[in-house]
């Protein structure tokens, strides 16, 4: 399963590496690719649950505006 998440306030690489870190953190999160220029991370795991994707994002200091 994979998740397109648009997150607003990323601006560096410690953003980049924050974001990843968080997600990386739930144990159904196999693999996490952040686009820096385009605000979006990919998300592949198994039984991904957006409302987690979402807390583990914001809880990090970061905005999620959608999930695709």
């Not at 996490?32 to 807390?55: A, M, P, Q, R, T």
């Amino acid at each position: 399963m994979t998740k397109t998440i648009l997150v607003e306030g990323m601006s560096c690489q410690h953003c980049v590496k924050a974001v990843e870190s968080a997600l990386k953190e739930l144990t159904e999160v196999n693999k996490v690719e952040v686009d820096l220029s385009l605000n979006k991370v990919v998300v592949e795991g198994e039984d991904l649950v957006e409302e987690k994707l979402i807390e583990a994002i914001e809880e990090a200091g970061y905005e999620v505006k959608n999930i695709i």
